[in-house]
């Protein structure tokens, strides 16, 4: 048993099961034990491994496309070029290489920050950014970043954040707790508070009792933040998450631990705990505040970008092993089998932007 499973079974039984939400909290955010305040996840030495710690060809196209959403909204300077939930810094290193390179003006006329909570992993990102950190801020909300238009990313950024999830059973909707079995073990059980039915997706009256429905407040509230100060301000926003670009029904809520699925309830604090984005939702929220979106498939969009023609760029002076290597990425990040299809991509923007690969954005 974790320290945090201890600290939980203790609360729990002086005070009744927690909500879902409230569990994922704590498993990652609790300032003692939680996840991400306790251990380094990313990388072949932790839990799991993101796209930009794949390959550079990631953060250089996601460097591309906002380039590109930089030049459709008339080149505004000074401008704002933000990350938020950072990781490591790998993406803003890659991408910010990329805006020197194609529109220099842009990536000396901006002021870079990044949006990261944790004192330590904003040492890590310091460290990653090397001679470009003197020019970023860390920043820890998104209500901080300077009052110009705002070109920001963010790369597996909703997962993390809390859900709420809600069992059907024979007396309707009811949301999930954490709770105590018998033998005393961390237990799923169905609650008391139940859910308006106008939030449920299409075809949820037919599902059978069991059914789970994932409904995400502070996603949305996330999203809103970030939604406010682009319409405000203008500018535009790329984020990547693992996830389904229609809302329905399903569990989706898992934890990786050493790089393998562990039982969500086994090691609390000591796995990172996820569940998919709902894309559509999300994207409502951001039309809610006026903003243009679109979206697919991250594998979609990295092939339309130009991800073969840049790994073919890298590999023409590479030896046969290092061209085996960048193949194998283009594989993990863009093949339908593997980060092509689950990973989706989401644009939103101040206006509507006919750039590749994104034609027709709603809203």
Request: hydrophobic share 45%.
């Amino acid at each position: 048993m974790t320290p945090l499973a201890r600290r939980l079974a203790e609360q729990i039984a002086a005070h009744g099961p927690v909500s879902v939400a409230e569990y994922m909290a704590m498993c990652l955010f609790d300032p003692q034990d939680g996840y991400y305040t306790t251990r380094e996840p990313f990388g072949a030495d932790g839990d799991f491994t993101t796209a930009p710690e794949i390959s550079q060809m990631f953060g250089e196209i996601v460097g591309v496309w906002l380039v590109a959403a930089w030049q459709a909204l008339g080149r505004p300077l000074p401008a704002a070029i933000a990350e938020i939930g950072p990781g490591r810094g790998t993406l803003m290193k890659d991408l910010l290489r990329t805006i020197r390179r194609l529109a220099p003006e842009l990536e000396s006329g901006s002021q870079i920050a990044l949006v990261e909570a944790s004192p330590r992993l904003a040492e890590v990102q310091r460290r990653t950014l090397g001679e470009a950190s003197p020019r970023t801020s860390w920043l820890r909300t998104v209500d901080e970043l300077p009052p110009h238009p705002l070109f920001i990313v963010g790369n597996e950024l909703f997962d993390a954040v809390p859900v709420r999830q809600f069992v059907k059973t024979q007396a309707g909707w009811r949301e999930r707790m954490v709770g105590l079995d018998e033998a005393g073990t961390l237990a799923f059980f169905a609650g008391m508070a139940s859910l308006d039915d106008t939030l449920l997706p299409p075809g949820s009256a037919d599902a059978p009792e069991g059914s789970i429905f994932e409904i995400a407040p502070a996603r949305g509230a996330v999203m809103a933040g970030i939604a406010e100060r682009i319409a405000s301000d203008g500018g535009a926003g790329l984020f990547f998450d693992y996830g389904h670009l229609a809302s329905g029904l399903g569990d989706t809520l898992q934890a990786v631990r050493h790089h393998a699925y562990d039982p969500v309830l086994d090691h609390p604090g000591g796995a990172d705990l996820t569940s998919h984005v709902d894309f559509e939702a999300l994207a409502r929220e951001a039309e809610r505040h006026g903003l243009k979106t679109a979206a697919m498939p991250q594998g979609e969009f990295l092939l339309a970008m130009g991800v073969l023609e840049r790994a073919g760029s890298l590999g023409a002076n590479a030896d046969e092993t290092r061209r085996e290597e960048i193949r194998n990425e283009v594989e993990r990040l863009a093949a339908p089998d593997q980060m092509g299809e689950l990973f989706k991509v989401l644009a939103i923007s101040s206006q509507p932007l006919k750039i590749a690969p994104f034609s027709s954005p709603r809203g």
